[in-house]
């Protein structure tokens, strides 16, 4: 009996045996011994797991498992796609897309040793901040500038530089959420700042600060609510207003931008959002802002303002932990100084580019690739182009839209189907992300800019409408 069980496995090549098979052999060249090693020990195992009775095994297709295995090792978890979502600063597909000239920047950095804490003038160390801080000082009017990984580090580093044991006084309106968890309340906690609260959900006047202030406050905190707008019954108070109370106190005021932006939003048919220069002309004593949402650079937080905040930020130990490496530290520097140009910044800054583009050119490229789409799903679904409505996204300008121009794709079988067909373009060698709406797939062109090569990737879309 256990003969008769164990007879097929005694036709189950040995792992030494697939290796010195020749295609098994180029493998090893390519994916190194110890990977090919594995990826047949896997492919064995399986065969192991599914044999049958009178089983015959096929080197070629050992070959083929084991390539398929190591294939999809290879295969990079972070993948390139097509953000068709009309959602232009997508936080879940990376935000910004850098400028050439920041990739180039970036690239640079990475190939060599650069001067990144070394002052080359007189061969001693010198700060990594040195290498933009001139750069951002020129662009906002701020007295001095520090950069750190993120915006919410830059808050972070802020309050416990200013506020640790105190209070930071900030408006109940403005105790905003961003994703991800990050809530104001909880950073000014692990801040090690005690919040105070003033005024209401809708309505903060200049006298609930007042009433506030006491021996106590360590800061006052204005958070720039741009993920959410309190429409109706509302008051707040300015910034300006803000600055003078707080000289009154003789205590910082902290002006959170948030998504923060250099440009003025409406030459490109945008409500305007406050800029950099203009909080810092409203008297702030620092303005913290991303790098990676409407400045359209690397993910980064910046802290501008008065010199003698920025040199105590500076001297804080927690500044180490969130520094910025060399290649983003070139990348902001390359995307900082395209803003010396303004009137070619919506050419050479992608950010820039997705939102001044013109609906006409949008419609004119949906009218091109709906029969194109159309052929690949012939049979399976109705594909139509049609106007839509393209965001901002990253919490800017929550409730503005940009008229647009896109792709709708009606599959046979309703609901469970355009999952489907959702599905099978995420499987694509660059999978394709829209957005699914009433009953339909739609894909948002206003990003979509390499057209070639968004023609060639869905001509190997394999889908089927079920019936």
């Given amino acids: 009996m256990a003969e008769t069980a164990l007879s097929p496995l005694r036709h189950l090549p040995s792992v030494d045996r697939v290796l010195r098979q020749p295609d098994v052999a180029i493998l090893i ?24 009775p009178g089983a015959v095994f096929d080197d070629a297709a050992i070959s083929a498992s084991v390539l398929a295995y190591l294939e999809a090792r290879a295969e990079p978890r972070l993948k390139p796609l097509f953000n068709l979502t009309g959602t232009v600063l997508h936080t879940n597909l990376g935000r910004a897309v850098l400028a050439e000239e920041a990739i180039k920047a970036a690239t640079v950095a990475m190939r060599n040793a650069v001067s990144l804490e070394f002052d080359l003038a007189t061969g001693k160390r010198g700060e990594r901040d040195d290498h933009v801080r001139a750069l951002i000082c020129e662009l906002t009017g701020a007295e001095d500038a520090t950069l750190v990984n993120n915006n919410a580090a830059a808050v972070l580093l802020a309050l416990n530089t200013l506020a640790q044991g105190r209070e930071a006084v900030v408006s109940r309106g403005e105790l905003i959420e961003i994703g991800g968890a990050f809530r104001m309340p909880e950073i000014m906690a692990r801040a090690g ?16 600060y007042a009433d506030a ?21 509302t008051a707040e108070v300015g910034a300006r207003d803000l600055a003078t109370l707080a000289r009154q106190h003789n205590v910082p005021f ?54 003698d905040l ?10 180490r932990a969130l520094r910025v490496d060399k290649m983003r530290l070139a990348a902001c520097e390359a995307t900082l100084r395209l803003y010396r140009d303004p009137d070619r910044l919506a050419q050479r800054l992608p950010t820039m580019r997705f939102l001044a583009r013109s609906m006409e050119d949008v419609r004119k490229q949906a009218i091109r690739l709906a029969p194109v789409l159309a052929a690949i799903l012939e049979g399976s679904a109705v594909v139509e182009a049609a106007s839509c409505s393209s965001q901002i996204g990253s919490g ?15 599959p046979k079988g309703g609901g469970r189907a355009v999952e489907a067909l959702s599905a099978a373009f995420r499987r694509l060698p660059w999978p394709v992300i829209g957005r699914v709406a009433e009953g339909a797939l739609v894909f948002d062109l206003r990003c979509l800019e390499d057209e070639g090569l968004f023609r060639e990737n869905i001509t190997s879309l394999r889908f089927e409408a079920s019936s």
């Fill in 29 to 52: 060249g390519k994916y190194g011994r110890a990977e090919t090693t594995r990826a047949v020990r896997e492919a064995l195992a399986a065969l192991r797991d599914e044999m049958k």
């Fill in 213 to 233: 202030m006491s021996p106590e406050t360590g800061l006052i905190l204005k958070v720039h609510t741009s993920n959410y707008r309190i429409e109706g019954f």
């Fill in 193 to 208: 700042a005690r919040l105070r609260e003033v005024g209401t959900t809708n309505r903060t006047h200049p006298r609930d």
């Fill in 254 to 307: 902290v002006n959170d931008l948030g998504s923060g932006t250099l440009a003025d939003l409406s030459r490109f048919g945008l409500r305007k959002e406050p800029t950099v220069r203009e909080a810092v002309d409203e008297g702030a004593d620092l303005i913290t802002f991303s790098g990676d949402k409407l400045l359209g650079g690397p993910q980064a937080g910046f802290i501008v303002g008065r010199k």
């Fill in 396 to 410: 800017a300008l929550p409730l503005d839209t940009i008229p647009s121009f896109g792709l709708v794709m009606r």
């Fill in 310 to 319: 920025i040199a105590a930020i500076n001297r804080n130990p927690m500044k």
